[in-house]
């Protein structure tokens, strides 16, 4: 049985770092993604990396968030720096195998139950 399980959430001041993890059981993936949702907005694209070792991330996060790999752990992170308010939100990982429009949700098969990230100005 797959299960993802996002932990290290919380709340942080403006300027701030956290560090995500999900913690992968059941087998690998090769693509792993980061999405969030704000209050009343839709579920976006955050950070996806692939097994090769590539990444990719959204522009409003490029130079702030990295994502990573432990593989010996099956565990994906996202450590966040210079955290902004609106990056207030609830943090998910997903896992899949697409290597094309990762930003896309349903390019995903598995998703954790998330985690919430609130950033105060």
């Known amino acids: 049985q797959v299960q993802l399980v996002e932990s290290g959430g919380g709340l942080v001041q403006a300027g701030g770092s956290l560090r995500l993890s999900c913690a992968v059981s059941?087998?690998?993936?090769?693509?792993m993604g980061w999405f969030r949702q704000a209050p009343g907005k839709e579920r976006e694209f955050v950070a996806v990396?692939?097994?090769?070792?590539?990444?990719f991330y959204a522009d409003s996060v490029q130079g702030r968030f990295t994502t990573y790999r432990d593989n010996v752990k099956n565990t994906v992170y996202l450590q966040m720096i210079s955290l902004k308010p609106e990056d207030t939100a609830v943090y998910y990982c997903?896992?899949?195998?697409?290597?094309?429009?990762?930003?896309?949700?349903?390019?995903?098969?598995?998703w954790g139950q998330g985690t919430q990230v609130t950033v105060s100005s």
């Open positions: 059941g087998r690998t993936f090769s693509t």
């Open positions: 997903a896992a899949g195998s697409a290597r094309l429009r990762i930003e896309v949700r349903a390019n995903y098969d598995y």
């Open positions: 990396s692939w097994s090769g070792g590539s990444t």
